[in-house]
């Protein structure tokens, strides 16, 4: 195989090529936060006046609430009280898989394309 | 203009990296970036899943990091370049992969190195009350960042010499604690019974663990960080493997021992809640002077975590520039300091950018995220390694054993894993891989046209099988 000689690349082009990388790496980092996707369902249950036990926690627990700076339950029921909802969204969950999949499939075949290339040449084709 | 030898076609003098580093640095490198993980973030586990499904987690997840350990010390200790991951995927995947490991180590390094400038900022608001306002977090924030990347800037043994003493010392604190607590004597100090019940031992059940897995990866991100030094630390196929796995080890100890005190100290509501677990467990105790070493403890974890960091996402940035898959300014090595000054320079405001806009959970998310494609690399890597050059064909400084169940388990939970971000963050993983998808389709059909094809593998191998 021939080796191959890649173009020369203007200042100008390098900077371009730097500006839309840095600009990728903002979009997907801000964006999520931006649209609000950072995040995870769950909500408060609340209770209409807590009391520890209502709450359920032992007297031990309490202590260890009081320590830590919760003087009564209401300071400390939205932590509590916060639940996690673990209801599985199946077409969100067929969408990640599928980008996902076809992600590593794509990674992996335009890689092995490259890589013959790259073996060619540094072996000679031998 | 110094660039690095690969760089660029114009004579120039060439100035590599330096081979100062040894496996204490290596260990410091790899704890350090991940010894925060038990000063925060681990305890989100409990949040999802409950206090027990954190310790299963913590020991499952355990697995994972071991696997990457063996598999990353196997592979580096032969394909011994700056990049880490990047130059081993560059020589056994594709440059496709390799400039996609590349960018998961730069998201990975640099979004927990925002995780720490924020916790830092944090905790020193905690404790500091109503006179510290915006400002002065964010001059917190900024301090911590450009302090740090100048540190980096000026010598990689200087910056790893501190990381060696700040982890050691924030290591240190969690042993301490650990003593003071009476571990022996259950009642006394700590009421592991009392704070774990039957009843609220798995509060959501078995889904709550399988969620906890997003962020049990969060005991041990970045140990893999230690292959980054590769080009810099004096004998590879020694110190990477010693310095790994004694790394490794050392925090599967810390982990155990972060989870047993803090457990038995606070109820899980509370435990998965907090972003500052052992300094509460400090505070606890009743002991001001535990409390006191346990604030500057987290200070110094999330000092080391983001000085390795720095060190790291650099590094992969600078393999990028040296291999021409992003342009060549990127490679230059500093003409007296001996570091890849552009790339620290360069990652410098976007991490900073980050740090004003994003939250700690955030932060720590995209970096798991990241982290967690990197591990599905690297199990199908080091299959495709095993197979392209069997044992015997060239020489290994490690050979890890059992292969190739290590690679298989590692598979196996990393998909659990992204069923676990899936249930917090599907739609923020959906859109980061879709990221990389962009990327990847950039590189493949415009960028790679700069770059040359036979001079990528530089390793003085055989050809592989099959090719």
Same mark, same amino acid.
């Given at each position: 195989?021939?080796?191959?000689?890649?173009?020369?690349?203007?200042?100008?082009?390098?900077?371009?090529?730097?500006?839309?990388?840095?600009?990728?790496i903002f979009l997907a980092l801000w964006l999520p936060l931006q649209a609000g996707w950072a995040g995870v369902s769950r909500?408060?249950?609340?209770?209409?006046?807590?009391?520890?036990?209502?709450?359920?926690?032992?007297?031990?627990?309490?202590?260890?609430?009081?320590?830590?700076?919760?003087?009564?339950?209401?300071?400390?029921?939205?932590?509590?009280?916060?639940?996690f909802?673990?209801?599985?969204?199946?077409?969100?969950?067929?969408?990640?898989?599928?980008?996902?999949?076809?992600?590593?499939?794509?990674?992996?075949?335009?890689?092995?394309?490259?890589?013959?290339?790259?073996?060619?040449?540094?072996?000679?084709?031998? | 203009?110094?660039?690095?030898?690969?760089?660029?076609?114009?004579?120039?003098?060439?100035?590599?990296? @330096?081979? %100062?580093?040894?496996?204490?640095?290596?260990? $410091?490198?790899?704890?350090? =970036? #991940? !010894?925060v993980g038990?000063?925060t973030g681990w305890n989100f586990a409990?949040d999802k899943?409950?206090?027990?499904?954190?310790?299963?987690?913590?020991?499952?997840?355990?697995?994972?990091?071991?696997?990457?350990?063996?598999?990353?010390?196997?592979?580096?200790?032969?394909?011994?370049?700056?990049?880490?991951?990047?130059?081993?995927?560059?020589?056994?995947?594709?440059?496709?992969?390799?400039?996609?490991?590349?960018?998961?180590?730069v998201f990975a390094y640099t979004m927990l190195e925002v995780s720490n400038a924020i916790l830092i900022a944090d905790?020193?608001?905690?404790?500091?009350?109503?006179?510290?306002?915006?400002?002065?977090y964010r001059?917190?924030i900024?301090?911590?960042i450009?302090?740090?990347?100048?540190?980096?800037?000026?010598?990689?043994?200087?910056? @790893?010499? %501190?990381?060696?003493?700040?982890?050691?010392? $924030?290591?240190?604190?969690? =042993? #301490? !604690?650990?003593?003071?607590?009476?571990?022996?004597?259950?009642?006394?100090?700590?009421?592991?019974?009392?704070?774990?019940?039957?009843?609220?031992?798995?509060?959501?059940?078995?889904?709550?663990?399988?969620a906890?897995?997003h962020w049990?990866i969060w005991?041990?991100l970045?140990?893999?960080?230690?292959?980054?030094?590769?080009?810099?630390?004096?004998?590879?196929?020694?110190?990477?493997?010693?310095?790994?796995?004694?790394?490794?080890?050392?925090?599967?100890?810390?982990?155990?021992?972060?989870?047993?005190?803090?457990?038995?100290?606070?109820?899980?509501?509370?435990?998965g809640f907090t972003y500052?677990?052992?300094?509460?467990?400090?505070?606890?105790?009743?002991?001001?002077?535990?409390?006191?070493?346990?604030?500057?403890?987290?200070?110094?974890?999330a000092?080391?975590s983001a000085?390795?960091c720095?060190?790291?996402?650099?590094?992969?940035?600078?393999?990028?520039?040296?291999?021409?898959?992003?342009?060549?300014?990127?490679?230059?090595?500093?003409?007296?300091?001996?570091?890849?000054?552009?790339?620290?320079?360069?990652?410098?405001?976007i991490a900073l950018a980050f740090a004003f806009i994003a939250n700690l959970g955030q932060a720590i998310t995209f970096s798991i995220l990241s982290g967690v494609l990197?591990?599905?690399?690297?199990?199908?890597?080091?299959?495709?390694?095993?197979?392209?050059?069997?044992?015997?064909?060239?020489?290994?400084?490690?050979?890890?054993?059992?292969?190739?169940?290590?690679?298989?388990?590692?598979?196996?939970?990393?998909?659990?894993?992204?069923?676990a971000i899936f249930l917090g963050y599907g739609a923020q993983l959906t859109a980061m891989v879709?990221f990389?998808?962009?990327?990847?389709?950039?590189?493949?059909?415009?960028?790679?046209?700069?770059?040359?094809?036979?001079?990528?593998?530089?390793?003085?191998?055989?050809?592989?099988?099959?090719?």
């Amino acid at each position: 195989m021939a080796k191959y000689t890649p173009p020369d690349q203007s200042r100008a082009m390098q900077w371009i090529d730097i500006i839309f990388v840095v600009a990728a790496i903002f979009l997907a980092l801000w964006l999520p936060l931006q649209a609000g996707w950072a995040g995870v369902s769950r909500a408060i249950e609340k209770i209409e006046n807590p009391t520890w036990e209502l709450l359920g926690q032992t007297p031990v627990q309490v202590e260890q609430w009081v320590k830590l700076g919760f003087a009564d339950a209401a300071a400390a029921h939205d932590i509590i009280q916060n639940k996690f909802d673990y209801t599985i969204d199946w077409l969100q969950l067929l969408i990640m898989t599928v980008v996902i999949v076809g992600y590593f499939v794509f990674l992996f075949r335009a890689s092995d394309k490259e890589y013959r290339e790259v073996i060619d040449e540094k072996f000679n084709g031998k | 203009m110094v660039q690095a030898a690969a760089a660029s076609s114009a004579p120039v003098q060439k100035v590599s990296l @330096l081979r %100062v580093l040894g496996p204490a640095h290596v260990w $410091a490198l790899g704890v350090g =970036i #991940v !010894l925060v993980g038990e000063y925060t973030g681990w305890n989100f586990a409990a949040d999802k899943g409950g206090t027990l499904a954190a310790l299963i987690i913590c020991w499952v997840i355990g697995l994972l990091y071991t696997s990457v350990a063996m598999i990353d010390s196997e592979v580096t200790s032969t394909v011994a370049a700056a990049g880490g991951q990047y130059a081993q995927a560059k020589h056994i995947v594709g440059p496709l992969m390799a400039f996609n490991v590349a960018l998961y180590l730069v998201f990975a390094y640099t979004m927990l190195e925002v995780s720490n400038a924020i916790l830092i900022a944090d905790t020193i608001k905690a404790y500091a009350g109503d006179g510290f306002g915006d400002w002065h977090y964010r001059g917190a924030i900024a301090t911590v960042i450009v302090v740090l990347a100048t540190l980096n800037y000026r010598g990689v043994l200087m910056t @790893l010499n %501190v990381n060696f003493v700040i982890t050691a010392i $924030a290591y240190l604190a969690i =042993i #301490v !604690l650990f003593f003071s607590v009476q571990p022996w004597s259950q009642g006394a100090v700590l009421k592991l019974g009392e704070m774990v019940t039957p009843e609220n031992a798995l509060p959501y059940g078995w889904i709550g663990v399988i969620a906890g897995f997003h962020w049990g990866i969060w005991y041990y991100l970045g140990i893999e960080g230690t292959t980054q030094a590769a080009e810099e630390v004096r004998s590879p196929a020694r110190s990477l493997p010693y310095g790994t796995m004694a790394g490794m080890i050392t925090l599967l100890i810390g982990a155990s021992l972060t989870w047993y005190i803090c457990a038995s100290l606070m109820p899980w509501q509370y435990l998965g809640f907090t972003y500052y677990p052992l300094l509460d467990a400090g505070k606890l105790t009743g002991s001001k002077t535990l409390e006191t070493m346990m604030f500057i403890a987290t200070i110094l974890a999330a000092v080391a975590s983001a000085n390795g960091c720095i060190n790291d996402a650099a590094r992969a940035w600078f393999s990028l520039g040296r291999d021409r898959y992003l342009p060549t300014w990127f490679s230059a090595v500093h003409p007296k300091y001996r570091t890849p000054y552009r790339s620290i320079l360069f990652l410098l405001p976007i991490a900073l950018a980050f740090a004003f806009i994003a939250n700690l959970g955030q932060a720590i998310t995209f970096s798991i995220l990241s982290g967690v494609l990197h591990y599905t690399f690297m199990s199908v890597n080091i299959i495709m390694f095993r197979n392209k050059w069997p044992l015997g064909t060239i020489r290994r400084g490690y050979t890890h054993p059992f292969h190739p169940l290590p690679a298989v388990v590692l598979f196996v939970l990393c998909v659990v894993t992204y069923f676990a971000i899936f249930l917090g963050y599907g739609a923020q993983l959906t859109a980061m891989v879709v990221f990389y998808i962009i990327m990847s389709v950039w590189f493949h059909f415009y960028r790679y046209r700069y770059v040359k094809r036979g001079d990528q593998f530089t390793m003085p191998w055989p050809k592989p099988r099959g090719y």
